[in-house]
């Protein structure tokens, strides 16, 4: 296997086709991934500079991904983040970001990217 290159959350965001609500963080290099909609779980799990795909859309997964030093949340299955989740993530300045495909597709293609 050859070298992988650093995958930033600009770079990821741009390869999964996520949609942009609040786009902060792009420059962010990201040392993996959780994969979880169980916020306990993430807190305990959750690291810095990692990205969270959920499905979870309330402004609870702002305050988790800030607190574990998140760069990014992945909203997956089309779910959309409610307003006062948007307006935190903002302040918080946390990326937002929003996608079709299911959460099992996405990480999966976080891993064809290096992303481990």
């Known amino acids: 296997m050859g070298y992988l290159q650093p995958v930033t959350v600009g770079r990821a965001v741009e390869a999964l086709g996520l949609a942009a609500v609040v786009s902060a963080e792009l420059g962010g290099e990201i040392s993996g991934a959780q994969v979880s909609d169980l916020l306990s779980y993430v807190m305990a799990e959750g690291k810095r500079g990692q990205v969270w795909i959920t499905i979870q859309?309330?402004?609870n997964i702002v305050a988790?991904?800030?607190?574990a030093g998140m760069h990014a949340i992945?909203?997956?299955?089309?779910f959309e983040p409610e307003p006062e989740t948007v307006a935190r993530a903002?302040?918080?300045?946390?990326g937002l970001f929003i996608s079709a495909e299911t959460s099992y597709t996405l990480a999966g293609r976080l891993y064809e990217l290096g992303v481990r």
């Open 57 to 59: 859309t309330h402004p």
């Open 90 to 94: 903002e302040e918080e300045e946390i």
């Open 64 to 67: 988790v991904a800030g607190l």
């Open 74 to 78: 992945f909203i997956a299955g089309g």
